[in-house]
């Protein structure tokens, strides 16, 4: 089988029972789009029709075309994102590492791959195949859309099936398919095939996830809040929390902005919210704190990764001392809120970010900088800016990670004056901080190294101690797979490695 399968000029895989796991429901997905698309009460809907659903058979075709309806119905198409944003995670997490292998080996010998879907619309999975698993074509329904606005209401995609029929039959026939269900033989695509594999229901029961090392391309940037995967279950859960989370939420605000951090750590670590210093990250000497004078003429500066809005907030905690964070943006709630004082604010203008730092440097503050300038949720280290090698003699470097059980607290597409009430009404979150050995950035000063090679090595030196890959993505990246814009109101192709 797999000779012929590598031989084919085209394959035609059926995503639904060949490619993801035996295990996957349809039901989290919709809820994915309802939710990050649409919202908690478009959610609330449709887990309260989850027993009908279920009744119709769960993903029959009947309870396919409910879900996709409330999920779909009266949001703007051309604003739609949450098929190329949030889904391609939680689908990577479900492919088996079989139906991939039979992708690869296609791929590899220089063959077509044809994905088709036989129960979800096109527009949910199409940015998966085609951005994560290299697929030439996708083919599935279409939600019809009016005034622009789809009405939830699902049509059979003929116009891109003939044409990939047609590129079949132009081939003289020499197509495969791969399905694991009977259904897949009533697809138009299979009777163009000169072969078809099926897959038994007991292979594939056996069939395991792909892990995470075998992906063809990482899933560094992905989008929404939710961090489970929300089925029935987990979301009524959701639902149950979120009026005690708010309150709880509440409580925690104030705690953290009335306490002092060394009386507040204890009381927020009982509801949940805790923080840790992981080993080895010994805080650093501080500038006059010691009480003499040279050391009060030149402040410190903190070069942190990015993960979450109130990255600095912990770094003044884990000091026990304050700090001034520099931001490129911040919304007036996030900065009402915080408990570190005011945010100076970036213009990216380099020039003039430069001056401000310098500026708080030779009066002696703390300064948080984080040089990717913007967040990343997954194991990796985007591309660091170079402008804080040039601003003092040495740095700390200082690798944070989070974790949270239920939100998360950044969004690129939502709404970023809400990111830190996420995070706080959260069951349970923990950041933990860790302070590296001091770099000195003195050659650069001098003219012997090029800032942007500095900024290399401390990125590499913060993702050796953290695990994480480094790659030369940016904020422009991010921005434009996410949210289709350069990040600046709210990131080239670019490539990911593990060496900067």
Known sequence: ????????????????????????????????????????????????????????????????????????????????????????????????????????????????????????????????????????????????????????????????????????????????????????????????????YLVTREDRATWQALPRSKYPKAVVFHDGRLAFLPTAGSTLAMFMWLPFGISLGAARLVVALTVPYRYSTPILAATGMSWRLKAGGERPPLPGADGDERGRRRGQMFVCNHRTLIDPVYVSVALDRQVRAVSYSLSRLSELISPIGRTVRLTR?????????????????????????????????????????????????????????????????????LDSLYYIVNPRMCYTVQFLERV???????????????ANVVQKKMGDALGYSCTMLSRKDKYRMLAGNDGKCSSAPASWNHNS
Do not use: N, Q
């Not at 396919?64 to 391609?88: E, T």
């Not at 859309?145 to 003289?172: N, P």
């Not at 984080?370 to 990796?380: A, F, I, N």
């Not at 001098?446 to 090679?453: L, N, Q, R, Y």
């Open 1 to 196: 089988m797999a000779e012929k399968l590598a031989a084919a000029r085209t394959l035609v895989l059926d995503v639904d029972a060949g490619l993801l796991l035996p295990s996957s429901s349809l039901f989290p997905y919709f809820m994915l789009v309802a939710l990050e698309a649409g919202g908690y009460v478009r959610g609330m809907v449709l887990l309260l029709l989850c027993p009908i659903i279920f009744c119709m058979g769960g993903d029959s075709d009947a309870a396919v075309r409910v879900m996709a309806m409330v999920a779909f119905c009266g949001l703007r198409a051309s604003r739609f994102r949450a098929g190329c944003a949030v889904l391609p995670k939680w689908f990577m997490e479900d492919v088996a590492a079989e139906g991939f292998e039979t992708m690869r080996m296609s791929g590899a010998a220089g063959g077509r791959r044809v994905c088709v879907t036989r129960r979800l619309p096109r527009v949910m999975v199409e940015g998966f195949l085609s951005e994560y698993l290299g697929a030439e074509a996708v083919v599935g329904r279409e939600m019809k859309v009016l005034w622009g606005f789809y009405t939830g209401l699902m049509v059979e995609e003929d116009e891109v099936a003939l044409e990939e029929k047609k590129k079949i039959m132009g081939e003289c026939g020499d197509a495969v398919g791969f399905c694991g269900s009977p259904e897949f033989l009533r697809h138009p695509l299979s009777r163009c095939c000169k072969d078809i």
């Open 440 to 454: 000195s950035t003195a050659a650069v000063r001098e003219g012997k190294m090029p800032s942007a090679d500095m």
């Open 349 to 417: 203008d380099r020039d003039a970010d430069g001056r401000a730092m310098a500026r708080l440097l030779e009066r002696g503050d703390l300064v948080v900088v984080c040089p990717e300038g913007t967040t990343c949720r997954e194991p990796y280290l985007l591309r660091f800016s170079p402008l804080f090698a040039e601003l003092s003699d040495d740095v700390v470097p200082v690798g944070i990670a989070v974790e949270t059980a239920m939100f998360y607290p950044t969004t690129a597409g939502g709404l970023k004056c």
